[in-house]
Structure formats: C-alpha cells, structure tokens
C-alpha cells in the first residue's frame, strides 16, 4: 500500500510540476522531475494525460542535477529549430523537445506522400538534428476522428514511417529513430471544428538524450 501511495503522489507531483508551476523554467522542471519519474511512468502519465509526447519524454528523464545539463542542452537545440524552422511549433518539456509539425505542412489531404514543402521544412530540421547527434528522435503520427478508426491507424503509421525514412535518407542515423501511428486516439484539438481537426492531423517529433548524452550528464554530475 505505502508503495502504490508513493506511485500516486509521483504521479501527482509531476503532473502539477509540469502543468501548475508556471514560473519554472523547463530545465528547472527537467532537473526536478526526473529524480520520480522513469519509463514506467511515463506511461502511466501519457495514458493519463492524453498526452503521448510528455509521457515519452518524462520515461526518458535522468533528474537531478545530470537532467539540469541536458536541459541546458535541449534549451540551445529548442531555440536553434525555432529559428530555423518558422513553419514548425517547438516546445521545450522536462528534458526534451516536443516539435510539431500540421500534417497540411507535411502531406496532402488523406496521403502520406511528402509534398516538396515539407521536404524543405524537413531539410532545415535535418541540419539541426544532425548538429545534436546525441539525441534519440521518436516520430509519433496522429489523425482527426474522420474515416473509420483502422483507416486513420494505418494512415498515422505510414505518415510516421514516411518521415523517418526521409530523416534517415537525410544521414539521421537509424539507431536514433523510432516510429509510432496513434490514429485519432490522443487528439490534441477539438475534433468537432475544423479547425481543432486539422490541429489534431499531425506528426510530432520527441527529442531526447541518447545514452552517451546521459552517461556523459551524469558523469559531468559526479565531479
């Protein structure tokens, strides 16, 4: 029972750190959060919260004071995207980087083809990722609720799949990318306007630490 209280009040206290104390900055969270979370949790807190970007990223945190020196490094690469990729929305959570991508920027309406825009978004993201090779990119798709549940699985797959092939035809490593279609489950937007439906058809790319990034934290941490 003390165990299960002590999951809850983890569970509790990290959502409210991410959420309700808005005066922090995302290193501060990053270097608080990660000494209660793991990759169990953040699970837990991305089936909870609906939010399948912050609990990768939260299941990815280090903590302490080795989280306070990746922050920093995910706050350098955050701004540098911002700046050189305008069309795209970035935000910086715990110790990573959640950057979204409207699939109108990306595809066609109803395909997982890249249009020649996204292929130039992509190309500026690409110079980005590249300058930060030790980082892990997890490329997760999502659609609005329109069309049948299977269809709109199997379309957030292959539009995934299609940007992760074009990062790794880009020089990006296959080792640092992983794949994931959600379909219409964790929409971000309100699917009942069009506005929210076309919010909710989008591709998200979680950046965080690889294990040197965090060996190396944790050892510049111990000194």
Known sequence: MKRIRKTLILILSTVFMLSGCAT????QKGAVIGTATGGAMGGIIGRATGNTALGAIIGATVGGTAGAL????M???AAE???TVPDAKVERVGEGIVV?????VLFGFDQSNLSNEAKTNLDKLVLVLNTYE???IELQGHTDSKGSVNYNQKLSENRAYTVSGYLSGKGITHNRLVSKGFGETYPKYDNDSESGRSG???VEFLITANEKMRAEAEKEASN
């Open 24 to 27: 922090w900055t995302k290193t």
């Open 134 to 136: 030790d980082t892990d």
């Open 75 to 77: 706050d350098k690469q």
């Open 81 to 83: 995207i911002k700046n």
């Open 200 to 202: 909710n058809r989008r």
């Open 100 to 104: 979204e991508f409207n699939s109108n």
């Open 70 to 73: 990746i922050g920093n490094k």
